[in-house]
């Protein structure tokens, strides 16, 4: 959250090198500039890569600790959009660093609600943002607001330095670095995403009232990257997390758009997707540079006022819990916190945040949804994809019950969760949304990626780009996670979300061959798209509409379904479907049930299985609606995986260490029987 309310300014990208790439994308060749991406063999800004990183069947690098980097733009944004992810890490004593790239001083007015405007004063602001965010990570880790931080300066590459605070409880650890940009140019204009799209610019720091750093710093793109990447080395975090990099389009007047505090054209704060933006490309360096291979890394990327569009998907336990850690950020002006410039944000603090018409806080959506493993059910053990450092890699359940070494299946720069088809032979399809090029200044593309497993059971061929639905550069970066069914017929059908907010397709025949994309219009959808057979063996692709649950056929849009409105993703399993309603705790199903499966977030659904996460955010399993015993005993990251029959399920994921679990739980249940016509467990 930018702290200033009017604070919109554009967010141009930078312009493709030539029409051609649009044909290419379009076609399903790859051809992109890229930063420094794994197969370049060097880190140059400038450099052109035209395949995506091989697959070297290598085993991958395995994290040794778990750790949590986030890198935020503005003070506030990891409370308003990360959380409660952000403390169900914490609460597993996770350590915790929070990285914050602008200065947070907007125009320098703290706001008092109810009181005249106050002088502005951007140093003092952004002292009073930063004293707000150590009062709440103090009552995160259990201690009391005002605890004392050790604080110290930070040296950095090219001779830059950052002032970081640190706090320790009980062994838990946060500590906070302050990069302090300036959030907009001495032209007016908004700092970071010029820096993005302009080579050559340079920007100022905003040093804090009362800051260690005593001086004012410059940056360019390239300094903010290897600033970036030189964090990512010092830390070596095996969980990132940052903002959405490629936000919705948003048709709104000039009135509404202010208003919504968005970019033009996009659901989201400029600085929002600029950030984000130089996180994903200095991850992909950090990646690519690593002596020892990619790092063992996951990344998870928060939608930011995209959830002032779309239903809110927290019930309200988990509400109050997320809302309550805003209360010491934006704090009072009596509050007796020491500090000479302000005790927070003061335009936040209280229940404002919850009053707010925005309700930023009322929901926490992911860019890239979907389960983090793909499952491939193969005899008595599993075989599991997923991403790491950037990169997909593929891991087999051992003897013991437990996944064995991670194998490097390469495809880099990747997004976060791939989809997963297997052909009527046995061999499997890994699809993967891939950063195609992201260029501060150049080319910004994304595209589909292909890997086809050459016999089964056995190793890969290259990588293979299956394009864009969109064939212009700036609606590529909108285009969905993909998902993926095999018909009865042999025919592997892939979907994904497109800039238009629908879906489009494109179709494998048996023999190899890929119909061009198709758009089977519909929508406006969420990501997190569910593609299935039904009991007859049709294909339906359902999504989570604004009012409604939506679905299609390979031919196109169906007419939405009745009943209630969708929070988020939805399942599928034996015909029926199973989603939470907004704001609820409870869970719905098509065929009239309410499941006794108090939660929130989506759930995975095969067979008589249901997995979820519950009020607390731990996983749960119910089988035929009764409890199963037990759980993973691992801390889960969004997006488990969830395979089954009649007999018996197999749940997995990965943990904030970025090492996969696996969970098998008896065949036993617990004996709670069924109460009334409805079907809920007591």
Known sequence: MSGSSNDAAANRPGRASAPRRRALLGAGVLAAATLGFPGSGVSDSRTRSTMPAPASGAPAAESARPLLLQVLAHPDDDLYFMNPDTQRALAAKVPVVCVYVTAGEADGVNRIPGQPLPAADREAYSAARHQGLRQAYAALLGLPVFAAWRTRITQLPGGRKAETATLEHQGRTVELVFLNLAMHTLGGHQAVPALWRERGLRLRTALAAGSPLGSVQSYDAEGLLSVLVGLFARYRPSLVQTLDPDPDIQHSDTRTRIRDSEQPGYSDHGDHTAVALFTWAALARWADSAVGGPPPFAVTAFRGYYNNHWPKNLPAPVLAEKAERLVPYGAAPDWACGNPSGCGDYNVGGDRPLRNRKGWVRATHHRHPGPRLALAPGGRRLTAYGVLGMRAVRWQEGAEGEFGAAQDLGGGPLAPAVGFAALDDGRHLLFALRFSALDPGGGNLREIVLLEQRRPGGPFAAWTGLGNPESDPERTRRVGVPVAVT???????????????????????????WSPWRGLGGGPVQDGLTATLTPDGAIRVYGAGRAAVLQWSPEGFLPPLAGPVPA?????????????????????????????????????????????????????MLRDGRPVPGGPGAAALDGAALVADGKSAAAAGLGPDARPWLWRPGRGWDSAGISGAAGTAT
């Open 487 to 513: 018909a009865p017929d042999g025919r592997v059908h892939l979907f994904v979300r497109d800039a238009d907010q629908g879906v489009s397709t494109r179709v494998r025949t048996p023999d190899g061959e």
């Open 568 to 620: 988020g993703g939805i399942a599928a399993a034996d015909g029926r479907l199973l989603y939470r309603a907004p704001a609820s705790e409870e869970l719905l199903a098509s065929r009239g049930e309410r499941l006794h499966f108090p939660g929130y977030g989506p759930v995975a659904a095969e067979g008589p299985y249901v997995l979820g996460r519950d009020l607390g955010g731990a996983l749960r």
